[in-house]
């Protein structure tokens, strides 16, 4: 069974920067696809980012193209979003989620998943943006 942990939330301020970690416990990252997922109280959880080790893609959610960045240290076995030009709508808790997708789109976009139940999720870090 896998795992993964995130880390980096905090509290900045709009216009600010954010960098989240999301690390495997116990499992390289190779042929898997991770994602960033947000949810806001009162609010759907939203796709922010993911990437696949698979095919090197990259997606973004149309909020957050061209100011976060989704990236992999395959040294580290870390995947990271760096978040920049921050702005209070982007306040939420980010999760950060594992599967077996091929590529980063269809992590993002939720397709029907290779092995149904395979998905882990981490804890969730808050991330709280004031204006």
């Known amino acids: 069974q896998v795992h993964v942990v995130e880390s980096g939330g905090g509290l900045v301020q709009a216009g600010g920067s954010l960098r989240l970690s999301c690390a495997p416990s116990g499992f390289q990252l190779d042929f898997y696809s991770l994602g960033w997922f947000r949810q806001a109280p009162g609010k759907d959880r939203e796709a922010v980012s993911c990437i696949s080790t698979k095919d090197g893609s990259t997606y973004y959610g149309d909020s957050v193209k061209g100011r976060f960045t989704i990236s992999r240290d395959t040294v580290q076995n870390t995947v990271y979003l760096q978040m920049n030009s921050l702005k209070p709508e982007d306040t939420a808790t980010y999760y950060c989620?594992?599967?077996?997708?091929?590529?980063?789109?269809?992590?993002?976009?939720?397709?029907?998943?290779?092995?149904?139940?395979?998905?882990?999720w981490g804890q969730g870090t808050q991330v709280a943006v004031s204006s």
């Open positions: 989620t594992v599967d077996l997708y091929s590529t980063a789109a269809d992590m993002c976009l939720q397709a029907p998943p290779p092995i149904p139940g395979f998905a882990a």
